[in-house]
C-alpha cells in the first residue's frame, strides 16, 4: 500500500456483532485530527475498546492543513468506515460540510452550538455528536480574581481559530458583570509577540491565553513577557501552565472528554443515531498553579485556591 500519512491503530479480539457496523467484525473509525494526537485521543480510543476490544482506528493527522484534511476525507470515503470522529472547531466544520451521511463524533469544540456544526446541545439535526472542551469563563475569571483584582485584562488569542475566538468574545461579554475592561492582544504569528505589551500605562493588569495551538507553541516566549512583567496569567491550556509558566490554569480534564466521546460512539454502534444523542460538556475542571510563577511574580495565593488545586508546579 502506497503511503499516505495515515496511520492505521489496530488491536485483535473477538466482538459482540452490532448493528449498525460495516462488513468487519469490529467497528473502523476515521480519526480526524488537526493537532498532534495527545490525551483526548487516548481517552476515545480506550474508551472504544473497553467494550469493543477489536476496533480499527485509522489515524488522519491533518496537521492544521485544510488541504490536507480533504485529502484524508476523500481517502475516508472509499473504505467503509462505521465512524468519523473529529477533534477541534476548523477540522470539525470541515469534516461535516463533506460528510452528511457518516455518524460524526466530535470533541474539543469550544462552542458547537454558536459555530453551527449542530442545532442544540439536546439534538444536532443532523450526523453530528460530540463532548465540547468548554470550561465557563466566569468561574476561571473568578479563580483569577482570588489572586489578582484586575481592572484591565490582555486576552490573547488567534482570530485564525474559531475556538480563540469564541473564548475572546466570552470575555467580553462579562465585562460589565465582573467590571473589568479587556484589551485584545491578536497573535497570528511568532514575530508579533515582540510588539505586544506588557508594560507602561497601556498594559494590562492580568493576560488570559485562549486555547489555541499557536499560542501553546509561543507559549515560553510569550509568557517569559508577561512574568517579566510580574502580570498574573491564566491559561485555557494545561500545558501552558505545566510547561510554558502560566500563573493558573482552570481546564477540562482531555482523557476525560475521549472516554465521554467514547460512550456516544458505542451508542451509535448499538444502533443509536447521532441526533438522539444529546452533546455535552464536562461539569467538573482542573485546576492547575504554577508555583514557580507564584515566587516570579510575586502574588499571593489563598488557601483555599491552593487545597483545590489538581496540579500543582512546584
Known sequence: MSRTGIVF????????????????????????EWQRDGAVENGFREGV???????????????????????????????????YYVAGTAAARRVLAAEKKK??????????????????WETSENNATGISNRVPILNQLKALRRISSFRTLGVLYNPTNPDSRQQLLELERLQPFLDYEVLRLPVTAAPQVRDLRFSGPLAPEA?????DPLIERLGHSVLERINGANLPSLAADMSLVTRRG??????????????????????????????AIPSSALDFFMVALNMHTVREIDVQVPFSLLVIADT???
Open 312 to 314: 500543582i508546579v512546584r
Open 9 to 32: 491503530c489496530l488491536s485483535l479480539l473477538l466482538l459482540v456483532p452490532g448493528p449498525v457496523l460495516a462488513a468487519e467484525p469490529f467497528p473502523s473509525v476515521a480519526m480526524f
Open 246 to 275: 502560566a500563573l493558573l490554569g482552570l481546564v477540562p480534564d482531555e482523557y476525560r472528554i475521549g472516554r465521554l466521546a467514547a460512550l456516544s460512539a458505542m451508542k451509535i454502534f448499538e444502533g443509536s443515531s447521532p441526533t
Open 49 to 83: 475498546q473497553r467494550r469493543y476490544p477489536e476496533a480499527r482506528f485509522y489515524v488522519y493527522s491533518a496537521a492544521e492543513d485544510p488541504e490536507l484534511l480533504q485529502r484524508f476525507l476523500d481517502e475516508a470515503a472509499t473504505r467503509d468506515h462505521d465512524l
Open 207 to 211: 493576560v488570559y491565553l485562549t486555547h
Open 103 to 120: 455518524p460524526v463524533v466530535f470533541t474539543m469544540v469550544q462552542a458547537p452550538v454558536e459555530e453551527g456544526l449542530i442545532a442544540s
